[in-house]
């Protein structure tokens, strides 16, 4: 009897102290409560203005794994909807747990795959490079670098531990061209935006909160010096934008948002 | 009258009660019920004297005993948290079975097992004695037994004895064995019981971990003895008398907190009162922990901010554990007077501990003030972490040219901050001279010129004057500017050539008047109207043809690139706006010589080469112990103290509080603070009609004045004790500290971070190009570690003549043209930011063949190439540098560090780490050497060493000019140059050190060995 | 008008200054008291006076010396207990308080120093004082006046000792304490005390001021008809002026008779010492004199007056 209870209080334990995203809340100050009859709210998220043509971006190192040129990653979503966009919730103090996921970054032909994620705090990101080429993944939040490792063909796949909340980009110092996007979310609201565009974030307690949608530009200049040695590739600033929504309880909101 | 009696009367009415007694004769006097009064009295007044000594003269008990409740009581809500953060259920369970475990030992089961267990101890106790009894009774009759044997009398009696005590022994014996066997089944009984309560314990202690830490806390707390706290600062300072004297300081037995991470949000700002109140609420701050006021333009936020009494000190890590000096003692090892000043020992009141009564020669400094401590010990520091103000103002005092004409202590004879005026005739135009010595911010809003007020003619004469004393010059241009430059390519080559570095044009304006990034070198906005294209070209090509000492470095500029920049920066004219007067070209000598007067009372020599003047004295005071000055010591000429007031308000609605002042005996306002922002806002303020005063005026900003004075009330001529600060007679100090009056000197920050500071281009390009990925624009390195990473023979060819290491990046590192002192001062100081002194080392060492091919493997198998180059060769299309003189230029095991982990040693660097994976050391190959990480690092770095070659690049000459390289000397191009104008080499203000009120070597082993035994001493008391 | 007080009030509730306030108060009172019996005994007549009963000093005086006693203890302990010992600044060889003043009990003889040159403020007066304190027994042979408080009987003893007492040594005290500020100026009790304040020093030699005659020579030798007259005069005011008594009423005079030449030289020296500063401080004060005689011998040996 007594050992079954030991036991019993172990796997309590175990599991309490397993749990990242509790770990995560006491630094990030989110608490996780069970939301009962919680509102939501979807929508698509579409360009106002036409879209611009998207140009390829000009490979000039290890053309044999690259290819000679890319299309560009960031490629809007069919029809008017734009895939490739977070949408988030800021500044929620609790609400639903965490849905574990298992994020994987793929290099893959001189590109990261997926272009864009977002992933729960306190996932293990796990970076594989399927090229025939050396690349190195150098994550930065902002201009501050977070991680910079360098994976030789064939190297095993890597882990990096998403452990600052925000946008973290991600570029190869050895293809300049090379970009992504992984965000990582201090709560469990929010959403990328699926091949139309569209989003839907549930289970949030009846309140007023700013929704924020972010977009990666994906108009990139390629300036070139005298022997056409490509400079700089030049992206133009990312579109962000904020919205207010009120969530009713039980009721299903709807927010369609046009960028820029 | 006199001869009736008075009437007896009772004592509260005095006079009848005095005047009846006086009738009465002496001998009948009674005065018992006077003697009873007094004797009362003076009990009572000891029992008053007694109660004040010990409640009333020691505040610091309440104090203690409040702040006791108070942290009880916020250990208690974090106890609180902490129980909320275990799951419900699991504290539940564990508390239920703990307390099930305990219930269970009180069952009857237990009871019966644990009584009968009772009974047994007392009868084992009672046999085991029985049995010891018998067998002392035993020994003593052997004893007997046996000296009955050695003197042959008759043991047959005894031996009987003896045995039947022996039987009796294994009889008792048996006995307690039974017994303890009878427990020992018992025991096996009771053990299950005990052990479940064991276990929950431990499952409860597990969980409850944190819990039970903060319990200690709290009992830790509860049991603080109510006592004085204090450090002592052993051999500390100086008595008047010149004697080394220790200082205590009390303070912490009342400033409790000072360290305790638990008082740590100390102020919340909030637009919204309900929310103040709540979180004044959560933190159990009452009435007189805090202080509310309301401040913002529309007076409505409110911020609440906790009294220093109840309150964290801020940044701890820095201004307390990052100021332990020696083997660090709790609490602080500086104590607090050393950075506040205050009453250190007294604990009798705030004010007296403050220091605020009129003797107290340091009283607390209060508002940003306290800054001013930091130059007490590190006079070298030109960037103070954490305390802006002071670094600004010691800036500020430096650019401003201030020890031109005060005397600085290691100041003394640094060179004057302004251009040297031995050729100006063939620079600019006499009226442009004039218009500005009239009125320098007319020309340009943030020069550093101060306006001397001079008179349209004292300006005129003083013109007249420079104008003459250069007219001997020799100066011609060497390089001659073909034209056919392009102002938008002067525009990009002003940003590629890190002209942005030290100027301000166009877009990048200079916001402040320290002399640091772009506001370094003068304004370029106008300089169009100033100079000569032809001049600006030479200049531009080669400064040093112009001015031997100017800090215009030269950036080894191509004709074409020389020509655009001259356009571009020709492109800009104005004028000045502030004089409507011009120069009357009247050169005659009477004129002349009343100019060189006016120079030589307003010192124009103390910032500026003069012909003539090299040998002048500086015109004004010493400010070595300026900030010690009482008010006694200042005129404040015709101000009065409405104005002075003023000032005060001034400076307080500014977020910029002066200090603290005792107005003991001085008139209202009139302190040291007041007095002396008041002249740094206005030189001549204190100015009467029989008081003139030559000092000009620089116009500061509130901010600028206020940084100012807070540098100069860190002038108190301080002494420092051995061992309590950086001391410029320690060799190593003294690099570190001539080392950073250079680089400040020289504006490095402008482009590099040097100790974490400055930087500013870097930053420029990192923003400018935030997100992208460019290859033509790389961020001049963070100097921090050059001093571990580089030779030290290669950092002195590449100061001397630097030559590319990123082939594809566009700025460019200048060619300063330093003298071999200069250089050794920065390699110096270099090296001393790592605790190390210049030892000239060879580097060379013979290459492990048998490691190279492996080398090469990795360095292929690592795309080393594609992003660097070998001898200009290579794939790259990236700015990492080139790897041919490695072998020359890198510290062999620098290399090792840095291959193992490049963002370790520089933060942000592109370069990747190869043998570093998922956050921990991985083979950058599973096969080479077996996947040895330092194997494969050795070999890329002897692979390195094969393929370096053996000579540095040839330092580039310091201007090519008409196809001819110059060198600078000993080439001897420019000895004419330098003959022409007798001035010490620049290097003479590095060349001493920073401060004169050290301690000499010699006594600063003596006393810091005294130091040591004295703690010794401390240590076995 | 408030600053005014505020001054006052900061120099007189001074912890230093307390004890010359309460000494005031005392000092007034003790002559009161003093004068009002010698009136009361010179109206009664001596006889009564010196008839009047008297008691035995154990116990009856013994008892009332041991509650005074009790008293000024408890006195003392308020005082203490209320006001904190006044500290100043850390004393510094390199830098004197201004002003820098004498314990209060010597403030007098500090004072003289504005009159004086150091050597005669600070070493010959003083001892002349204590030398004439110590001759009063022999010079004073008057019997009159012991055991009772009489002004009638001796005016000029009693009028003479008040006013070196009261004035020269209690006032001048006063004077250095309430009235002294930095750097020795004069300040009004209600004056603030300023450090900046600037007097104009127009002192002349009373010869210079009275008959233009300077002290001395352009080449900075002694002016010998100064030197003259001034040997003239304060001779003549030490002297002469005694001198000139004893003959006119050594005959007339009983006290004179009875005290003979060398006592009555002795004494009137002394006067004549005492009523010198006050003299001096008057010529000083109201005309500006700077010295009345300049003298010296070699070049450390002066002796100006």
Same mark, same amino acid.
């Given at each position: 009897m007594k050992y079954f209870f030991l036991l019993l209080v172990l796997a309590l334990l175990s599991c309490s102290k397993k749990d990242q995203h509790d770990e995560q809340a006491a630094t990030t100050g989110y608490q996780t409560i069970s939301v009962t009859n919680g509102g939501s709210v979807h929508g698509k998220i579409t360009l106002s203005t036409s879209q611009s043509p998207t140009p390829a971006i000009e490979t000039q190192k290890d053309q044999s794994v690259c290819g000679v040129s890319h299309p560009n990653p960031a490629l809007p979503g069919n029809g008017t909807g734009i895939s490739g966009c977070i949408v988030y919730i800021e500044h929620i103090a609790q609400g639903k747990a965490f849905t574990k996921t298992q994020p994987v970054l793929d290099q893959h032909h001189c590109a990261f795959l997926p272009y864009v994620q977002a992933v729960p705090i306190g996932e293990k990101l796990v970076v594989t490079n399927s090229d025939d080429a050396l690349h190195n993944y150098h994550i930065l939040k902002g201009t501050e670098t977070i991680v910079n490792e360098a994976q030789p063909e064939g190297a095993p796949p890597r882990e990096v531990n998403l452990s600052t909340p925000g946008l973290l980009s991600i570029g190869c110092d050895v293809h300049p061209w090379m970009k992504g996007y992984v965000f990582v979310a201090d709560n469990p609201y929010y959403a990328v935006t699926d091949t139309s565009g569209n989003f839907n974030l549930k289970d949030i307690s009846p309140g007023d909160y700013t929704i924020t949608i972010w977009r990666d530009n994906w108009n990139v200049e390629q300036v070139k010096d005298a022997e056409g040695r490509i400079e700089s590739y030049k992206w133009a600033p990312d579109l962000i934008k904020k919205q207010q929504v009120h969530i009713e309880a039980g009721k299903a909101a709807e927010l369609p948002i046009s960028l820029p | 009258m006199a001869n009736q009696a008075p009437k007896k009367a009772p004592w509260f009415r005095p006079l009848k009660w005095f005047a009846y007694r006086r009738s009465v004769p002496v001998e009948q006097r009674s005065y018992t019920k006077i003697y009873g009064v007094l004797a009362i009295m003076l009990f009572a007044f000891t029992v008053w004297a007694v109660l004040d000594e010990v409640l009333q003269r020691r505040p610091w008990k309440d104090i203690q005993a409040d702040f006791k409740d108070f942290k009880i009581s916020r250990l208690n809500i974090e106890r609180k948290k902490e129980i909320g953060k275990i799951p419900a259920d699991v504290r539940k369970s564990v508390r239920k079975e703990l307390s099930s475990a305990k219930s269970a030992l009180e069952s009857d089961k237990f009871t019966s097992i644990a009584s009968k267990m009772e009974d047994l101890d007392k009868d084992i106790a009672k046999a085991q004695r029985d049995y010891t009894f018998t067998k002392s009774t035993g020994d003593e009759v052997y004893y007997h037994l046996d000296e009955a044997r050695i003197h042959h009398e008759d043991t047959v009696k005894l031996a009987k004895e003896y045995h039947e005590l022996e039987s009796e022994m294994a009889k008792e014996n048996k006995i307690v064995i039974d017994l303890q066997t009878k427990r020992k089944s018992l025991e096996d009984q009771a053990t299950p019981f005990q052990k479940r309560v064991k276990a929950a314990q431990q499952v409860y202690d597990s969980v409850f971990a944190n819990v039970i830490a903060i319990d200690r806390k709290i009992e830790a707390t509860d049991k603080m003895p109510i006592a004085i706290k204090q450090t002592l600062l052993f051999n500390y300072e100086k008595t008047n008398f010149n004697n080394l004297k220790m200082r205590v300081d009390r303070c912490e037995s009342c400033h409790l907190s000072y360290a305790d991470p638990l008082f740590k949000n100390d102020t919340l700002v909030s637009t919204d009162k309900g929310e103040i109140k709540t979180w004044l609420k959560n933190n159990k701050y009452n009435d007189e922990h805090y202080t509310v006021k309301t401040i913002g333009v529309k007076k409505d936020t409110t911020v609440a901010v906790v009294s220093a009494l109840y309150r964290m000190h801020p940044?701890?890590?820095?201004?307390?554990?990052?100021?332990?000096?020696?083997?660090?003692?709790?609490?602080?090892?500086?104590? #607090?007077?050393? !950075?506040?000043?205050? /009453?250190?020992?007294?604990?009798?009141?705030?004010?007296?501990?403050?220091?605020?009564?009129?003797?107290?020669? /340091?009283?607390?400094?209060?508002?940003?003030?306290?800054?001013? +401590? #930091?130059?007490?010990?590190?006079?070298?520091?030109?960037?103070?972490?954490?305390?802006?103000?002071?670094? *600004?103002?010691?800036?500020?005092?430096?650019?401003?040219?201030?020890?031109? #004409?005060?005397? &600085?202590?290691?100041?003394?004879?640094?060179?004057?901050?302004?251009?040297?005026?031995?050729? @100006?005739?063939?620079? @600019?135009?006499?009226?442009? *001279?004039f218009k500005w010595i009239k009125n320098p911010r007319g020309w340009s809003h943030n020069t550093r010129m101060p306006n001397f007020m001079f008179s349209d003619a004292e300006a005129q004469a003083v013109t007249a004057f420079i104008i003459d004393q250069s007219k001997a010059s020799t100066y011609v241009p060497i390089a001659h500017n073909a034209g056919g430059g392009d102002v938008a390519r002067g525009k990009q080559t002003f940003f590629d050539a890190g002209c942005v570095a030290c100027h301000a044009i166009d877009e990048y304006q200079a916001n402040s008047r320290v002399k640091e990034a772009n506001g370094f070198g003068p304004d370029l906005n106008k300089e169009g109207s100033k100079v000569t294209a032809d001049w600006l070209f030479d200049w531009l090509k080669n400064p040093k043809n112009y001015q031997a000492h100017s800090r215009m470095p030269s950036l080894r500029l191509t004709d074409q690139e020389a020509s655009d920049l001259t356009a571009y920066v020709m492109s800009h004219t104005g004028s000045n706006d502030a004089v409507t007067t011009s120069f009357d070209g009247d050169l005659s000598e009477a004129k002349v010589k009343t100019g060189a007067n006016l120079v030589r009372t307003y010192g124009c020599f103390g910032c500026h080469e003069i012909n003539g003047m090299e040998k002048e004295s500086?015109?004004?005071?010493?400010?070595?112990?300026?900030?010690?000055?009482? =008010?006694?010591?200042?005129?404040?000429?015709?101000?009065?103290?409405?104005?002075?007031?003023?000032?005060?308000?001034?400076?307080?609605?500014?977020?910029? =509080?002066?200090?603290?002042?005792?107005?003991?005996?001085?008139?209202?306002?009139?302190?040291? %603070?007041?007095?002396?922002?008041?002249?740094?806002?206005?030189?001549? @303020?204190?100015?009467?009609?029989?008081?003139?005063?030559? &000092?000009?005026?620089?116009?500061?900003?509130?901010?600028?004045? %206020?940084?100012? +004075?807070?540098?100069?009330?860190?002038?108190?001529? *301080?002494? @420092?004790?051995?061992? %309590?600060?950086?001391?410029? +007679?320690?060799?190593?100090?003294?690099?570190?500290?001539?080392?950073?009056?250079?680089?400040?000197?020289?504006? !490095?920050?402008? #482009?590099?971070?040097?100790?974490?500071?400055?930087?500013?281009?870097?930053?420029?390009?990192?923003?400018?190009?935030?997100?992208?990925?460019?290859?033509? %624009?790389?961020p001049p390195p963070n100097l921090g570690t050059e001093g571990t990473r580089v030779q030290e023979g290669w950092l002195h060819q590449f100061l001397s003549g630097p030559f590319k290491i990123r082939p594809l990046v566009k700025m460019r590192m200048p060619t300063f043209g330093f003298s071999d002192v200069e250089i050794s001062t920065a390699t110096n100081y270099f090296l001393a930011t790592h605790k190390r002194q210049l030892v000239m080392t060879s580097y060379e060492y013979p290459v492990n063949s048998s490691l190279v091919p492996y080398g090469k493997m990795l360095f292929d198998k690592l795309k080393c190439l594609s992003c660097h180059y070998v001898n200009g060769s290579g794939e790259a299309a990236a700015k990492a540098p080139d790897l041919s003189n490695v072998k020359k230029r890198m510290r062999p095991d620098w290399i090792s560090r840095w291959l193992a982990r490049p963002d370790s040693i520089m933060p942000g660097t592109p370069m990747t780490a190869f043998w570093w994976a998922s956050g921990k050391p991985a083979p950058a190959d599973p096969e080479i050497l077996g996947g040895n990480i330092q194997m494969q690092i050795a070999a890329v770095k002897e692979y390195l060493h094969s393929i370096g070659n053996d000579a540095n690049p040839q330092p580039t000459p310091y201007a090519v000019i008409g196809g001819s390289p110059k060198f600078i000397l000993p080439n001897g191009d420019y000895e004419a140059a330098l003959a022409r104008m007798e001035v010490p080499d620049a290097t003479t203000m590095l060349a001493k050190p920073a401060s004169t009120t050290r301690a000499p070597a010699a006594d600063v082993k003596k006393q810091s060995s005294l130091v040591t035994k004295k703690k010794q001493k401390l240590a076995s008391n | 008008m408030g600053e005014a007080f505020h001054n006052f009030w900061l120099i007189v509730s001074k912890p230093d200054n307390i004890p010359i306030v309460l000494m005031m108060i005392l000092i007034s009172y003790y002559c009161w008291l003093a004068y009002s019996q010698a009136r009361r005994n010179d109206r009664k007549g001596i006889q009564e006076a010196q008839e009047a009963d008297k008691v035995q000093v154990w116990p009856y005086l013994v008892k009332i010396e041991f509650l005074a006693t009790i008293l000024v203890l408890i006195i003392l302990t308020v005082w203490s207990i209320t006001i904190n010992a006044p500290l100043e600044e850390p004393a510094n060889p390199t830098l004197t308080p201004n002003p820098s003043k004498a314990p209060w009990y010597f403030l007098g003889l500090q004072e003289m120093l504005v009159y004086f040159d150091p050597w005669i403020a600070g070493v010959m007066l003083p001892t002349f004082i204590l030398v004439g304190l110590i001759l009063i027994p022999y010079i004073d042979i008057n019997p009159k006046g012991n055991g009772y408080y009489t002004f009638k009987e001796r005016p000029f003893a009693i009028s003479v000792f008040s006013i070196g007492f009261l004035i020269l040594w209690v006032a001048l005290i006063v004077l250095g304490t309430f009235m002294r500020g930095p750097g020795w100026y004069f300040f009004w009790p209600w004056e603030f005390w300023d450090t900046h304040r600037i007097v104009a020093l127009t002192n002349v030699d009373f010869f210079d001021w009275i008959?233009?005659?300077?002290?001395? $020579?352009?080449?900075?030798?002694? $002016?010998?008809?100064?030197?003259?007259?001034?040997?003239?005069?304060v001779g003549g005011f030490l002297v002469g002026v005694p001198m000139w008594i004893w003959k006119k009423y050594k005959t007339v005079s009983p006290i004179l008779k009875e005290m003979g030449v060398w006592k009555f030289a002795g004494a009137a020296g002394l006067f004549m010492m005492m009523a010198g500063l006050p003299i001096k401080m008057f010529l000083r004060l109201a005309f500006n004199i700077k010295y009345v005689w300049v003298f010296g011998i070699g070049h450390d040996l002066f002796f100006n007056i």
């Amino acid at each position: 009897m007594k050992y079954f209870f030991l036991l019993l209080v172990l796997a309590l334990l175990s599991c309490s102290k397993k749990d990242q995203h509790d770990e995560q809340a006491a630094t990030t100050g989110y608490q996780t409560i069970s939301v009962t009859n919680g509102g939501s709210v979807h929508g698509k998220i579409t360009l106002s203005t036409s879209q611009s043509p998207t140009p390829a971006i000009e490979t000039q190192k290890d053309q044999s794994v690259c290819g000679v040129s890319h299309p560009n990653p960031a490629l809007p979503g069919n029809g008017t909807g734009i895939s490739g966009c977070i949408v988030y919730i800021e500044h929620i103090a609790q609400g639903k747990a965490f849905t574990k996921t298992q994020p994987v970054l793929d290099q893959h032909h001189c590109a990261f795959l997926p272009y864009v994620q977002a992933v729960p705090i306190g996932e293990k990101l796990v970076v594989t490079n399927s090229d025939d080429a050396l690349h190195n993944y150098h994550i930065l939040k902002g201009t501050e670098t977070i991680v910079n490792e360098a994976q030789p063909e064939g190297a095993p796949p890597r882990e990096v531990n998403l452990s600052t909340p925000g946008l973290l980009s991600i570029g190869c110092d050895v293809h300049p061209w090379m970009k992504g996007y992984v965000f990582v979310a201090d709560n469990p609201y929010y959403a990328v935006t699926d091949t139309s565009g569209n989003f839907n974030l549930k289970d949030i307690s009846p309140g007023d909160y700013t929704i924020t949608i972010w977009r990666d530009n994906w108009n990139v200049e390629q300036v070139k010096d005298a022997e056409g040695r490509i400079e700089s590739y030049k992206w133009a600033p990312d579109l962000i934008k904020k919205q207010q929504v009120h969530i009713e309880a039980g009721k299903a909101a709807e927010l369609p948002i046009s960028l820029p | 009258m006199a001869n009736q009696a008075p009437k007896k009367a009772p004592w509260f009415r005095p006079l009848k009660w005095f005047a009846y007694r006086r009738s009465v004769p002496v001998e009948q006097r009674s005065y018992t019920k006077i003697y009873g009064v007094l004797a009362i009295m003076l009990f009572a007044f000891t029992v008053w004297a007694v109660l004040d000594e010990v409640l009333q003269r020691r505040p610091w008990k309440d104090i203690q005993a409040d702040f006791k409740d108070f942290k009880i009581s916020r250990l208690n809500i974090e106890r609180k948290k902490e129980i909320g953060k275990i799951p419900a259920d699991v504290r539940k369970s564990v508390r239920k079975e703990l307390s099930s475990a305990k219930s269970a030992l009180e069952s009857d089961k237990f009871t019966s097992i644990a009584s009968k267990m009772e009974d047994l101890d007392k009868d084992i106790a009672k046999a085991q004695r029985d049995y010891t009894f018998t067998k002392s009774t035993g020994d003593e009759v052997y004893y007997h037994l046996d000296e009955a044997r050695i003197h042959h009398e008759d043991t047959v009696k005894l031996a009987k004895e003896y045995h039947e005590l022996e039987s009796e022994m294994a009889k008792e014996n048996k006995i307690v064995i039974d017994l303890q066997t009878k427990r020992k089944s018992l025991e096996d009984q009771a053990t299950p019981f005990q052990k479940r309560v064991k276990a929950a314990q431990q499952v409860y202690d597990s969980v409850f971990a944190n819990v039970i830490a903060i319990d200690r806390k709290i009992e830790a707390t509860d049991k603080m003895p109510i006592a004085i706290k204090q450090t002592l600062l052993f051999n500390y300072e100086k008595t008047n008398f010149n004697n080394l004297k220790m200082r205590v300081d009390r303070c912490e037995s009342c400033h409790l907190s000072y360290a305790d991470p638990l008082f740590k949000n100390d102020t919340l700002v909030s637009t919204d009162k309900g929310e103040i109140k709540t979180w004044l609420k959560n933190n159990k701050y009452n009435d007189e922990h805090y202080t509310v006021k309301t401040i913002g333009v529309k007076k409505d936020t409110t911020v609440a901010v906790v009294s220093a009494l109840y309150r964290m000190h801020p940044n701890v890590d820095l201004f307390i554990k990052g100021h332990k000096v020696g083997e660090p003692t709790a609490p602080g090892v500086l104590g #607090c007077t050393s !950075c506040h000043q205050g /009453q250190g020992p007294s604990v009798v009141s705030e004010e007296f501990a403050h220091g605020f009564e009129h003797h107290w020669e /340091q009283p607390l400094l209060t508002g940003h003030y306290t800054q001013a +401590s #930091c130059q007490n010990c590190h006079s070298g520091k030109f960037d103070f972490a954490g305390a802006q103000y002071i670094s *600004m103002g010691k800036k500020l005092f430096v650019d401003f040219g201030c020890y031109g #004409c005060h005397s &600085m202590p290691g100041m003394e004879d640094w060179r004057g901050q302004g251009p040297s005026l031995t050729n @100006v005739s063939k620079k @600019v135009t006499a009226d442009w *001279m004039f218009k500005w010595i009239k009125n320098p911010r007319g020309w340009s809003h943030n020069t550093r010129m101060p306006n001397f007020m001079f008179s349209d003619a004292e300006a005129q004469a003083v013109t007249a004057f420079i104008i003459d004393q250069s007219k001997a010059s020799t100066y011609v241009p060497i390089a001659h500017n073909a034209g056919g430059g392009d102002v938008a390519r002067g525009k990009q080559t002003f940003f590629d050539a890190g002209c942005v570095a030290c100027h301000a044009i166009d877009e990048y304006q200079a916001n402040s008047r320290v002399k640091e990034a772009n506001g370094f070198g003068p304004d370029l906005n106008k300089e169009g109207s100033k100079v000569t294209a032809d001049w600006l070209f030479d200049w531009l090509k080669n400064p040093k043809n112009y001015q031997a000492h100017s800090r215009m470095p030269s950036l080894r500029l191509t004709d074409q690139e020389a020509s655009d920049l001259t356009a571009y920066v020709m492109s800009h004219t104005g004028s000045n706006d502030a004089v409507t007067t011009s120069f009357d070209g009247d050169l005659s000598e009477a004129k002349v010589k009343t100019g060189a007067n006016l120079v030589r009372t307003y010192g124009c020599f103390g910032c500026h080469e003069i012909n003539g003047m090299e040998k002048e004295s500086k015109v004004s005071v010493s400010l070595a112990t300026f900030g010690k000055k009482t =008010p006694g010591e200042l005129s404040y000429g015709d101000v009065d103290e409405k104005t002075l007031g003023g000032w005060r308000t001034k400076f307080e609605k500014a977020g910029l =509080p002066l200090g603290h002042y005792d107005e003991h005996f001085t008139h209202e306002y009139q302190d040291w %603070y007041t007095w002396t922002v008041g002249k740094m806002m206005n030189s001549r @303020v204190y100015a009467t009609d029989r008081l003139a005063q030559k &000092m000009p005026n620089f116009q500061m900003s509130t901010e600028e004045a %206020y940084a100012l +004075s807070i540098f100069l009330k860190s002038q108190t001529g *301080m002494f @420092v004790a051995p061992g %309590y600060g950086d001391l410029a +007679s320690d060799p190593i100090q003294g690099n570190v500290d001539r080392g950073r009056a250079f680089i400040h000197w020289n504006n !490095c920050t402008g #482009c590099h971070k040097v100790e974490g500071a400055g930087g500013y281009v870097a930053d420029a390009i990192n923003t400018k190009f935030a997100g992208d990925q460019n290859i033509a %624009y790389f961020p001049p390195p963070n100097l921090g570690t050059e001093g571990t990473r580089v030779q030290e023979g290669w950092l002195h060819q590449f100061l001397s003549g630097p030559f590319k290491i990123r082939p594809l990046v566009k700025m460019r590192m200048p060619t300063f043209g330093f003298s071999d002192v200069e250089i050794s001062t920065a390699t110096n100081y270099f090296l001393a930011t790592h605790k190390r002194q210049l030892v000239m080392t060879s580097y060379e060492y013979p290459v492990n063949s048998s490691l190279v091919p492996y080398g090469k493997m990795l360095f292929d198998k690592l795309k080393c190439l594609s992003c660097h180059y070998v001898n200009g060769s290579g794939e790259a299309a990236a700015k990492a540098p080139d790897l041919s003189n490695v072998k020359k230029r890198m510290r062999p095991d620098w290399i090792s560090r840095w291959l193992a982990r490049p963002d370790s040693i520089m933060p942000g660097t592109p370069m990747t780490a190869f043998w570093w994976a998922s956050g921990k050391p991985a083979p950058a190959d599973p096969e080479i050497l077996g996947g040895n990480i330092q194997m494969q690092i050795a070999a890329v770095k002897e692979y390195l060493h094969s393929i370096g070659n053996d000579a540095n690049p040839q330092p580039t000459p310091y201007a090519v000019i008409g196809g001819s390289p110059k060198f600078i000397l000993p080439n001897g191009d420019y000895e004419a140059a330098l003959a022409r104008m007798e001035v010490p080499d620049a290097t003479t203000m590095l060349a001493k050190p920073a401060s004169t009120t050290r301690a000499p070597a010699a006594d600063v082993k003596k006393q810091s060995s005294l130091v040591t035994k004295k703690k010794q001493k401390l240590a076995s008391n | 008008m408030g600053e005014a007080f505020h001054n006052f009030w900061l120099i007189v509730s001074k912890p230093d200054n307390i004890p010359i306030v309460l000494m005031m108060i005392l000092i007034s009172y003790y002559c009161w008291l003093a004068y009002s019996q010698a009136r009361r005994n010179d109206r009664k007549g001596i006889q009564e006076a010196q008839e009047a009963d008297k008691v035995q000093v154990w116990p009856y005086l013994v008892k009332i010396e041991f509650l005074a006693t009790i008293l000024v203890l408890i006195i003392l302990t308020v005082w203490s207990i209320t006001i904190n010992a006044p500290l100043e600044e850390p004393a510094n060889p390199t830098l004197t308080p201004n002003p820098s003043k004498a314990p209060w009990y010597f403030l007098g003889l500090q004072e003289m120093l504005v009159y004086f040159d150091p050597w005669i403020a600070g070493v010959m007066l003083p001892t002349f004082i204590l030398v004439g304190l110590i001759l009063i027994p022999y010079i004073d042979i008057n019997p009159k006046g012991n055991g009772y408080y009489t002004f009638k009987e001796r005016p000029f003893a009693i009028s003479v000792f008040s006013i070196g007492f009261l004035i020269l040594w209690v006032a001048l005290i006063v004077l250095g304490t309430f009235m002294r500020g930095p750097g020795w100026y004069f300040f009004w009790p209600w004056e603030f005390w300023d450090t900046h304040r600037i007097v104009a020093l127009t002192n002349v030699d009373f010869f210079d001021w009275i008959f233009g005659i300077p002290s001395k $020579n352009i080449d900075g030798s002694f $002016n010998l008809l100064q030197v003259g007259l001034g040997a003239l005069l304060v001779g003549g005011f030490l002297v002469g002026v005694p001198m000139w008594i004893w003959k006119k009423y050594k005959t007339v005079s009983p006290i004179l008779k009875e005290m003979g030449v060398w006592k009555f030289a002795g004494a009137a020296g002394l006067f004549m010492m005492m009523a010198g500063l006050p003299i001096k401080m008057f010529l000083r004060l109201a005309f500006n004199i700077k010295y009345v005689w300049v003298f010296g011998i070699g070049h450390d040996l002066f002796f100006n007056i």
